[in-house]
């Protein structure tokens, strides 16, 4: 019997993840507390956008962790890391250029870790790699915020130390060395300045191409551990999509998709579902098991397709991109509480 299993490797991603979520949170608060602080409005201005960068990178953080669907606690040290440097960026003991530092600090380990991630997600699987894309995003924008920050404590620093203000063409070189990096920047989901969250239809498509992949990985192997790895988190991902589009997009689109088409979305999903608990009990080095696999290769193929060609179009015809960014974040929050729902049920 196939069971729904968290590899050890995947579970390290997801506490990477879960340590990079705390340390957002708290670059977003130590960024509010300089931002009340600093009275050069230049420099004041270029905290401000990296605040804003930085409240909408957290949703890109909390949607890579909704696709990628392994969940984890943050590690005890880094809990403690953040409440020391919270206490120290609150007191008084540390100078505004010692604050400005410790952030930049945390913006570097931010950076390392969203790299770190991404490296490790390339060895681990072909799905990780596509679930945690959107994290692209983010370490480019935080590559950015470094070079920025580097030009913001040699500003404070001169200061501090002379009274006086460094050479002038500091800004010039910082904005240099951002439009360098924008230059090698790549992602399948980026953002724009007004932008929210994602549109509902590019969250459902990041689901499907990491349906898709994790199909060809089950595809590529006779090992029946792996077969079991793969299954396992192709069962939580297909079961935790199907419901939150039955509990969020499918109510949402009847009224102008229509019953007949809404209904055999429900139809096509209900067949997956149970034609996934059949192939749950049966042994993955069962002769039979991966032509169930292609049966269910067949359904889902077609169940895509649907949606990412008439059900999209209506979404695009039928929702302004605020009600689409307004699903999307509907959406996730319903497949995260599955998520947590599921995860509860198998301890």
Sequence with gaps: MVQTIDDTKRMAIAMELADMKEVQNLLITNEEKLISAIGDEEIRKRFEHMLEDDRKNMGVLETVMVQYGVKAEPRDTINKMVEKLQQMMEGSELTLYQKAFQHELLKH??????????KVAQVV??????AI???NTINFENRAHQEQLKGILEILGV???TGKDPDQGLWGRV???IAALSGVFGSAVTQTSDKQDMDIRDLIRLDHNKTN??????GATDDPQKI?????QLYKDLTVHAIAEEQVVYPK????????NTQELYDEQAQMKQMLDEIKSMSPSAPEFKDKVKQLIDVVGDHIRQEESTMFAAIGNNLSAEEREQLSTEFKAAKSKIQEEMASAMK
């Design 125 to 130: 699987g072909a799905d990780v790699a596509v």
């Design 133 to 135: 894309a959107p994290l």
């Design 253 to 260: 689109v009847r009224g102008f998709y229509g019953d007949d």
């Design 228 to 232: 079991q790895e793969y299954f396992g």
């Design 159 to 161: 200061r501090e130390l």
């Design 109 to 118: 380990q931010q950076v390392m870790t969203g790299l770190l991630i991404h």
């Design 175 to 177: 904005q240099d060395a």
């Design 213 to 218: 992949t994790i199909f060809t990985e089950i």
